[in-house]
T-cell receptor, first 111, second 111 residues
């Protein structure tokens, strides 16, 4: 079955810096790659997703890139703000099958 | 607003006790899921259901059972709770386009 690895487990940046979180997946048939953000004490919420027919997707300060050959995808956050502090989870799935999540990255943005 | 509701929010129980966590949704989604969150391990799938008559095991179903009583209700049971089942449990729904909507979570402690 699918296996998703996520790095780093913890990331500290200064406000205004960029942050990058990386994930690799094992099943080359996976074609859907979402990212979820979980603020402290809250539920995970989808922030951006990408499908395998697209190499990059942007939404304001957030972007996701996908390299199908290397089987890895990344979340890029530019101009980080304190409210970006949260745990971020990547995930992968094939079609309408169940999602497999990475282990999470705790991002801390210091003012 | 349509939502995914979990009860209870917190539960403390003793080893060997049977407990049930409940999930109801007003989103009208067919698909429902139970996830477990542990620090450093991310979100792991326990069981999922694509409609009322469909129940499927996830990655870590041992020690758990589920019941899909209606389209809107999906409950998780621990037949005989053990301390390593202490975790944060999330119910989630989706409408088939893979985006998950999570409930607010149930923090379970097994003493």
């Amino acid at each position: 079955g699918e296996n998703v690895e996520q790095h780093p487990s913890t990331l500290s940046v200064q406000e205004g810096d960029s942050a990058v979180i990386k994930c690799t997946y094992s099943d080359s048939a996976s074609n859907y790659f979402p990212w979820y953000k979980q603020e402290l004490g809250k539920r995970p919420q989808l922030i951006i997703d990408i499908r395998s027919n697209v190499g990059e997707k942007k939404d304001q300060r957030i972007a996701v890139t996908l390299n199908k050959t290397a089987k890895h995808f990344s979340l890029h956050i530019t101009e980080t703000q304190p409210e970006d502090s949260a745990v971020y989870f990547c995930a992968a799935s094939m079609g309408f099958q169940k999602l497999v999540f990475g282990t999470g990255t705790r991002l801390l943005v210091s003012p | 607003d349509a939502d995914v509701t979990q009860t209870p929010r917190n539960r403390i129980t003793k080893t060997g006790k049977r407990i049930m966590l409940e999930c109801s949704q007003t989103k009208g989604h067919d698909r429902m899921y139970w996830y477990r969150q542990d620090p450093g391990l991310g979100l792991r799938l326990i069981y999922y259901s694509f409609d009322v008559k469909d129940i499927n095991k996830g990655e870590i179903s041992d020690g758990y059972s589920v019941s899909r009583q209606a389209q809107a209700k999906f409950s998780l049971s621990l037949e005989s709770a053990i301390p390593n089942q202490t975790a944060l449990y999330f119910c989630a729904t989706s409408e088939g386009n893979e985006k998950l909507f999570f409930g607010s979570g149930t923090q379970l402690s097994v003493l």
